[in-house]
């Protein structure tokens, strides 16, 4: 576990080391994300080193984001006054992109 | 008493509590409204406005939980490397799907903003909304919108696509379930994931690994489609 840990934060740690060096438009985490998954493949590091930390932190994730959720109630005047306008752009959005994926996938796969 | 909430260990204990409590109540009544979150969220903000506690107090301990989700992101990576195996064989198919799908995302819901006259900072703060929201929390700090308004927004979009996406599918005629988990792992992230578990397992496999390609997609070209459509990115 401890091993596994090191790992997940030693990514994450590489993730913001090169967003901070090179000022590239994305975050470090989500370098990470991509870094550890090429390791993985280049068997660089080894899929039981650092399953026992990401299977713990998969599992709780959305424990993670309730703080940010709870945060909207700071905001929640700014965005009531948009309700109607945010609802149906984030709806129809978002019935678009279902169906889009989906119909792209069920013509073509095999 | 407003010293004792300002205490790191009051906002972790409730933030645990309320989460252990919104799966107990999610776990007795199955009903898809009832998220664990969305109950976690609203018990906390509740909490909060009746004992007076400034968000800034939770927060000192909220911290602490949200810090994980730098690590969370991480750990997906080496979810996506466990499942990759797979969808091996529609691999083409599926990275096709989840980027125009998560493409026409992005620029639909900043396009609809637009042309009903929302602010430049709502916008920027929803041109993620599909994705995870440890991702879609990250993009929006990066293009100089409020994270809360995203991590609000991008709970109700999964939810909406748990309780709405496989219906309104179906309805569209979409019948491989395949296409139904890829569809709500792109639009709808990890709540719609859970969703496409119940299809099948397969179809959660391809929802979930949609939900990390399309984590990555967004995050490569937000930033890019908000200068292009609002031209106030620096």
Request: hydrophobic content about 55%; glycine content about 10%.
């Amino acid at each position: 576990m401890l091993k596994a840990l090191a790992y997940i934060f030693g990514f994450l740690l590489l993730g913001e080391l090169i967003t901070y060096f090179f000022e590239i438009p994305i975050a470090g985490n989500i370098l990470g994300m991509f870094l550890i998954f090429i390791a993985l493949r280049l068997k660089i590091i080894k899929l039981q080193d650092v399953k026992p930390a990401s299977d713990k932190l998969i599992k709780y994730l959305v424990l993670f984001f309730i703080p940010y959720g709870v945060g909207l109630m700071v905001y929640f005047e700014i965005v009531a006054d948009y309700w109607m306008p945010i609802s149906i752009a984030v709806i129809a959005s978002t019935v678009i992109t279902l169906y889009i994926s989906a119909i792209i996938i069920e013509k073509l796969e095999r | 008493m407003q010293e004792f909430f300002q205490l790191p260990v009051f906002g972790v204990f409730i933030s645990i509590i309320a989460f252990a409590g919104g799966r107990q109540i999610r776990q007795k009544f199955d009903y898809v409204l009832l998220n664990p979150v969305l109950l976690a969220i609203l018990f906390i903000i509740s909490f909060l406005l009746i004992f007076n506690i400034d968000f800034e107090d939770y927060n000192r301990g909220g911290k602490f939980i949200s810090f994980f989700l730098g690590p969370s992101v991480v750990a997906l990576g080496v979810f996506f490397y466990e499942k990759y195996e797979e969808v091996k064989q529609n691999l083409k198919v599926f990275l096709l799907s989840v980027a125009v799908g998560g493409i026409s995302g992005i620029v639909t819901v900043i396009i609809f903003l637009m042309l009903l006259k929302v602010p430049g900072f709502i916008i920027e703060s929803l041109a993620a909304k599909s994705v995870t929201t440890p991702i879609a929390i990250e993009i929006t700090k990066l293009a100089g919108g409020i994270p809360e308004i995203t991590a609000g927004i991008v709970i109700a979009v999964g939810i909406f696509g748990n309780a709405f996406g496989p219906f309104i599918l179906k309805k569209l005629g979409v019948k491989s379930k395949i296409a139904i988990g890829t569809a709500l792992g792109t639009a709808a992230h990890g709540i719609g994931t859970a969703r496409a578990f119940e299809e099948s397992k397969l179809a959660g496999v391809y929802s979930g690994l949609a939900m990390c390609v399309n984590g990555i997609i967004t995050a490569l070209l937000t930033p890019y489609l908000l200068a292009l459509f609002l031209g106030n990115f620096t």
